[in-house]
């Protein structure tokens, strides 16, 4: 979150240099926004993002080598304080749903307004979301479709027990190393198991793999 009293810093991450310095200069005219550096590729745009630390970063959903959700989530992986807008010519309710689900903090699509561009980097830079009225009712929709077809929601504690079953480790192990005993860890996994529908520790891990919760 940035103060009001000084300007939001930004990277902006666009292959296409022509709409890229477009959304530079309109972000710049504001007043309210410094741009400190323009990436053409996700790995420049995640490598200016470390070295520069802004308090937004701008990206195109389709940018090469590591897209605009590859980028979201090295930046919630690694802790950055930065928080991450993707622009995008796709308004796929799935797409959407997926790039908030990574974590980042808002989603536009590439037609909107430099007016709209603008406001909506200052709303993420304030610790706000972001997503277009007209991509809200999909989101909606998304997010139902995937709670009926996937109820699971892992707690902490389940989450810990799953990624020591992927790492090998025993439920002896787990109780040590999470300073429980091993009859709440035995509870923790028995109810892991019925959220994913599965008896034993493989079966555990290769469901949470193919539903994307180790990745």
Not at 90 to 101: G, K, L, N, Q, Y
Not at 106 to 120: F, N, T
Not at 197 to 215: F, I, K, Q
């Amino acid at each position: 979150m940035t103060s009001s009293s000084r300007q939001v810093t930004v990277v902006v991450a666009d292959d296409h240099p022509v709409f890229r310095e477009g959304v530079t200069r309109g972000l710049q005219l504001s007043g309210k926004i410094e741009v400190l550096a323009e990436a053409a590729d996700g790995e420049q745009a995640l490598a200016a993002i470390r070295e520069l630390k802004p308090d937004v970063a701008l990206l195109d959903y389709r940018i090469p080598k590591l897209d605009g959700i590859a980028v979201v989530h090295a930046v919630v992986r690694d802790q950055l304080p930065t928080r991450t807008l993707l622009l995008s010519t796709t308004t796929d309710s799935a797409v959407v749903f997926r790039a908030i689900e990574e974590g980042a903090c808002g989603y536009l699509a590439k037609d909107a307004k430099r007016s709209e561009i603008v406001h909506a980097v200052l709303k993420v830079a304030h610790g706000k979301r972001v997503v277009p009225e007209e991509l809200a009712g999909g989101l909606v929709d998304q997010i139902r479709l995937r709670a009926d077809r996937d109820p699971a929601v892992l707690s902490e504690r389940e989450r810990q027990v799953l990624h020591g079953f992927a790492d090998g480790k025993s439920i002896p192990q787990l109780a040590e190393e999470l300073f429980l005993g091993a009859s709440t860890v035995k509870t923790h996994t028995q109810r892991l198991y019925e959220k994913l529908g599965v008896s034993d520790r493989a079966a555990a891990v290769a469901e949470a793999m193919r539903r994307g919760l180790l990745e």
